[in-house]
């Protein structure tokens, strides 16, 4: 059972959760594990602009060239560059450092394998055991062993040659809004869609290490909504602090969320004969709206539990083409591993210049429902879940709601927490089902009460 790795990596308020130490010894571990068959260990290294991720930056490739291995640094890029360029150039293991969408006093270390996917979590158990001191101390390297750091920033370079190799169309007379969140993004964003001759307008862009994410980015919507209606956009793009998620705005100022963006590819994959027997796939927290909206289309899905990485699972495993999360983690496996923002912009570009009409037109066959979810302390989640009294009332809210809405229960992975959603025609109609549900928990003597 891992708890320092979750679903997204080893992520905490830099040097109380996740500390430089921590740092040094997962670089210690994996120039030594990826040495022991007599190749040389090569690890490449991303970060996003948090101040606190230099430091990370410096721990790693510490550790990792006193182990004998030699540390490739993209400096700020990325997640899903890292990735790509730990598979195309064929690296042992690659390493992003960011927090994703959390605020900068926060940090996370990630792992890829070299596939470019998550690194698996037996892999992770083994760094985990190093870092508790219950693995034997490994040793280090001496003399012409040492390894080396070493700047590689072509890498990001080519990451974003890429990115303007997949476009298919010009984007010459396009307004395009970016939304950088003071993040990875802050020059590839720009740099791209200039090449392929949109008329940007970017905002969020200038990043000092403390206002990554900052009332801004994928996370807070307002600002790019107002940028597009105020300037008459054609789109508008946000992503997060280390890009793995985008949103879109369409030209009315409306959010495009990651279940309408899903909705949008499958049709379009559906149209173009491209789908053939794959399925979209979702997290179980997404809206019922799409999941009617691909009925319509007679387009299949499957659910996951939460977390991008459970999606590009079942995706790898089934031969999936399109999958994702609301909150904007969209993995198009055909050109990437992971949810990359950049991939999902240019992509959403491809599917409204191909229809030649606006964005909002191609969004409007989705019926978002109204959702409420609320976070309850509580003294044993596991035990709230195995409730045959809470299960039954459970089953009689979905019961009721039928094809018009859903509740769901899930327990949290990191904290003492149950997630008590539902979905229904109203906002009333959710609260009340939430609230019913909350009740009964507390009924059973499970919430915890702030003292």
């Not at 410096?58 to 540390?71: I, K, M, Y």
């Not at 974003?160 to 010009?170: D, E, F, K, R």
């Amino acid at each position: 059972m891992l708890h320092y790795f979750g679903t997204d990596g080893f992520r905490g308020e830099a040097n109380v959760d996740l500390n430089v130490m921590h740092a040094f010894k997962i670089g210690r571990f994996l120039g030594w594990y990826f040495s022991q068959n007599g190749e040389k260990c090569n690890v490449v290294i991303g970060k996003d602009t948090r101040r606190s991720s230099y430091m990370y930056e410096s721990a790693l490739s510490a550790g990792l060239t006193a182990s004998g291995a030699d540390a490739y640094l993209l400096h700020v890029t990325t997640t899903p560059s890292v990735s790509y360029i730990t598979r195309l150039d064929h690296f042992s293991c690659g390493i992003m450092i960011s927090a994703s969408h959390n605020k900068f006093t926060d940090n996370g270390i990630k792992l890829i394998n070299g596939d470019g996917e998550k690194m698996e979590d037996e892999f992770l158990e083994k760094v985990e055991a190093y870092i508790d001191g219950i693995t034997p101390e490994i040793p280090f390297a001496t003399g012409g062993e040492i390894g080396r750091t070493i700047d590689y920033v072509s890498g990001r370079n080519r990451y974003i040659g890429y990115l303007i190799g997949l476009a298919v169309n010009s984007y010459k007379g396009i307004k395009v809004g970016l939304d950088c969140a003071n993040g990875s993004t802050w020059m590839i964003a720009k740099s791209v869609f200039d090449a392929l001759g949109a008329d940007t307008y970017v905002i969020s862009n200038t990043p000092d290490g403390t206002n990554v994410n900052l009332n801004c980015g994928s996370t807070h919507m307002e600002t790019l909504c107002e940028m597009v209606k105020e300037k008459h956009l054609d789109i508008g793009f946000a992503f997060d602090g280390d890009a793995d998620r985008c949103l879109a705005v369409d030209e009315r100022g409306n959010v495009i969320d990651g279940d309408i963006i899903l909705y949008l590819f499958a049709r379009y994959l559906k149209l173009h004969g491209q789908m053939g027997n794959s399925k979209v796939v979702t997290t179980v927290m997404s809206n019922i709206g799409l999941y009617k909206a691909l009925d319509r289309l007679d387009i299949g899905y499957e659910q996951t539990p939460v977390g991008d990485k459970y999606v590009y699972e079942c995706m790898r495993d089934n031969g999936h083409l399109v999958g994702g999360e609301q909150s904007g983690h969209i993995i198009l496996s055909k050109y990437a591993t992971t949810g990359d923002g950049m991939v999902t912009a240019i992509k959403l570009m491809q599917v409204m210049l191909s229809s030649k009409v606006p964005i909002s037109e191609l969004c409007k066959e989705v019926r978002i429902y109204p959702q409420v979810l609320k976070n309850i302390r509580v003294t044993d989640k596991n035990a709230v879940l195995a409730d045959e009294t809470v299960l039954a009332a459970y089953k009689k809210t979905n019961k009721e709601l039928g094809s018009n809405g859903r509740t769901l229960l899930r327990k949290s992975g990191t904290e003492p927490l149950v997630r008590v959603m539902a979905e229904a025609a109203t906002k009333e109609e959710c609260e009340k089902y939430v609230d019913s549900l909350v009740a009964v928990i507390e009924e059973c003597g499970y919430v915890l009460h702030d003292e």
